[in-house]
């Protein structure tokens, strides 16, 4: 599977964004998808994943109420819509799949991986 972030950019604090992670290869509709993010200098942090359904989703505490991970299994895409945007959300996003059908914050337990997309809030 291969998977292709796009939607970052640069946006004031407050502001919203929306990613979009398009897979291809095959159908990601078997698998838990997640959105990861790095800024600089600080190790990778989880911040939401979503069931094969979309029916469950679970989120990093400082982004709850304000991102919401979605997909679309008959387009193959995970979205993540960030709104009320802050400096400390700055980072790169990657969206990654799993094939076991459990959550997992970890990094190490997801089995692919997308390229990044930068997001930068100022203030």
């Known amino acids: 599977v291969q998977l292709q972030a796009s939607g970052g950019g640069l946006v004031q604090a407050g502001g919203s964004l929306k990613l979009s992670c398009a897979a291809s290869?095959?159908?990601?509709?078997?698998?838990?998808m997640g959105w990861f993010r790095q800024a600089p200098g600080k190790e990778r942090e989880f911040v939401a994943a979503?069931?094969?359904?979309?029916?469950?989703?679970l989120y990093v505490d400082s982004v709850k109420g304000r991102f919401t991970i979605s997909r679309d299994n008959t387009k193959n895409t995970v979205a993540l819509q960030m709104n009320s945007l802050k400096p400390e959300d700055t980072a790169v996003y990657f969206c990654?799949?799993?094939?076991?059908?459990?959550?997992?914050?970890?990094?190490?337990?997801?089995?692919?991986w997308g390229k990044g997309t930068q997001v930068t809030v100022s203030s």
């Open positions: 990654a799949g799993r094939y076991r059908n459990w959550f997992s914050r970890s990094e190490y337990e997801y089995d692919y």
């Open positions: 290869g095959r159908t990601i509709s078997s698998d838990v």
């Open positions: 979503i069931s094969r359904n979309g029916g469950t989703t």
